[in-house]
């Protein structure tokens, strides 16, 4: 299944693209930059949970990230 706190909407679905590693790659980067893990929670369901959602904030709202880089990283983590 992967790790939870990495998996993309899609693959929650059963519906696994070729975008998963894109996503995966995004949430590494989001990480890098601010120091937190947009999706993990306090336990693997509410993770899973956070996946399918995908409601992660932009890298500016959670650090002292240009906003230029947001475009980026949340194109990376879009929802398809």
Request: proline share 10%; glycine share 6%.
């Amino acid at each position: 299944m992967g790790t939870p706190g990495y998996m993309p909407p899609e693959a929650g679905m059963n519906d696994p693209d070729a975008r998963t590693d894109v996503f995966a790659l995004g949430l590494v980067l989001y990480e890098l930059l601010t120091g937190v893990r947009p999706l993990k929670r306090d336990n693997e369901l509410a993770t899973l949970q956070a996946a399918l959602e995908c409601d992660i904030a932009p890298p500016s709202a959670v650090a002292n990230i240009p906003k230029e880089v947001d475009r980026i990283v949340m194109r990376a983590l879009a929802k398809t």
